[in-house]
T-cell receptor
Framework: DQQVKQNSPSLSVQEGRISILNCDYT??????FLWYKKYPAEGPTFLIS?????DKNEDGRFTVFLNKSAKHLSLHIVPSQPGDSAVYFC????????????FGQGTRLTINP | KAGVTQTPRYLIKTRGQQVTLSCSPI?????VSWYQQTPGQGLQFLFE???????NKGNFPGRFSGRQFSNSRSEMNVSTLELGDSALYLC????????????FGSGTRLTVV
């Protein structure tokens, strides 16, 4: 039972263009959604989060959009830079009060010069 | 401020042995959670401790256990190791308040042979 899904294992984008990473979820009890960036052999690095009561959050080049009715969120990176090449994980926090994150399978983003 | 420290970084064990991994959270953080990352299953929640009490546990067998000390440092133990336990084990610390406050360590790469 995969509650958080990232259906695209990989994405290739040209430098300077917009990168859009998508994530779908099934559990209506999730209260926060987070995006992490990960390099091999390192721990995930937090990028941006959004509360389930919001529909947009922006931080510099990163914007996360949440569509609760569709149970869908997306991460937009504009403009994309070579240093953005990494695996991106979508995660959702179980709203039951426990500090538990449910992760998607990840999307490998490659920014081409 | 210092980040989350996990030791050791790499570990090789034999099937049937047991292993203990250590995590020192960010100073002041009282919540420590553990995750297992494997190529097939992605990042999966193991358990979370807050003020020395286990608050939540994932769907892992009883061979996986943990504890938290009064200084918030946490240890994770896996007994009777199996080949399938080979993974990157990640620890995350949080103040327990903000949903975005999860900071991950670099992980311990465990190889079971």
């Amino acid at each position: 039972d995969q509650q958080v899904k990232q259906n695209s294992p990989s994405l290739s984008v040209q430098e300077g263009r917009i990168s859009i990473l998508n994530c779908d979820y099934t559990n209506s009890m999730f209260d926060y959604f987070l995006w992490y960036k990960k390099y091999p052999a390192e721990g995930p690095t937090f990028l941006i989060s959004i509360s389930s009561i919001k529909d947009k959050n922006e931080d510099g080049r990163f914007t996360v959009f949440l569509n609760k009715s569709a149970k869908h969120l997306s991460l937009h990176i504009v403009p994309s830079q070579p240093g953005d090449s990494a695996v991106y994980f979508c995660a959702a926090r179980d709203g039951g009060g426990a500090q538990k994150l449910v992760f998607g399978q990840g999307t490998r983003l490659t920014i081409n010069p | 401020k210092a980040g989350v420290t996990q030791t050791p970084r790499y570990l090789i064990k034999t099937r049937g042995q047991q292993v203990t991994l250590s995590c020192s959270p960010i100073s002041g953080h009282r919540s420590v959670s553990w995750y297992q990352q494997t190529p097939g299953q992605g990042l999966q929640f193991l358990f979370e401790y807050f003020s020395e009490t286990q608050r939540n546990k994932g769907n892992f067998p009883g061979r996986f256990s943990g504890r938290q000390f009064s200084n918030s440092r946490s240890e994770m133990n896996v007994s009777t190791l199996e080949l399938g336990d080979s993974a990157l084990y990640l620890c995350a610390s949080s103040s327990g308040l903000e949903a975005y406050g999860y900071t991950f360590g670099s992980g311990t790469r465990l190889t079971v042979v």
